[in-house]
């Protein structure tokens, strides 16, 4: 049986943006504000750290029932059991990370054009991350930014819910949503702010409010 998840709030981790504060210690006070999915990501941590920071998170995460997404790394997800994992289009096909993972474990996938959302190399994943909508820095090789309307566009075509990526405040939220997004995935936002709880439910809040109109 496939393992639910949530858009709505998607929070990426980013150790240099967490601080001292640290990774496991800003996921456990942001989901108190409303995060319903969490992705670790950490390009530049060891094997060894990353599943060491996994396993702690998989212990704040799952009395919550959030499930923890990997980005890249099918084989700390695998080592410690992890919900699902993200792929990027350089990354490892999707289908060849699916035969790794089974049929149940969430798959995600970025994309930033029409070719990649339109075009059969989609696989077998379990939802989208579309973007970057603005300029980021927190990843340096992102394409170039869709903005709300290339984003509308994008969602038209995507033949599976869709997640917002790149550069999202709490202020884009509604916009995003009224692009058809799913959900919208946050990383300096919530990961480097002093109140990583309020930051939050900053964004929930506006979801909860758009989606009730």
């Known amino acids: 049986m496939a393992i639910p998840f949530d858009l709505s709030l998607y929070l990426i981790t980013d150790a240099r943006l967490a601080g001292p504060r640290g990774v496991v210690e800003t996921v456990r006070q942001a989901i108190s504000g409303g995060v319903t999915l969490v992705q670790l990501r950490d390009p530049d941590a060891s094997t060894r750290s990353l599943i060491e920071t996994a396993e702690a998170l998989l212990g704040v995460l799952r009395p919550h029932g959030i499930p923890l997404i990997i980005n890249d790394r099918v084989d700390v997800a695998l080592a410690v ?3 699902g994992v993200h792929v990027g289009q350089s990354d490892m096909p999707t289908d060849k990370v699916r035969a790794l993972i089974g049929p149940d474990r969430i798959l995600g996938l970025s994309t930033s054009t029409f070719a990649q959302v339109a075009g059969g190399d989609l696989g ?14 927190t990843k340096t090789n992102a394409s170039t930014p869709i903005g709300f309307d290339g984003l509308a566009e994008l969602v038209a075509r995507a033949p599976l819910p869709v997640v917002a990526i790149g550069g999202i405040k709490p202020d884009h939220v509604e916009r995003a949503l009224a692009a058809g997004a799913d959900g919208v995935s946050v990383v300096s936002a919530i990961m480097a702010a002093e109140d990583p709880a309020q930051a939050a439910r900053d964004f929930a809040e506006r979801i909860e409010r758009y989606r009730a109109q």
């Open 81 to 83: 059991g992890a919900e």
């Open 124 to 137: 077998p994943a379990d939802y989208l991350g579309i973007g970057p909508l603005f300029a980021t820095p």
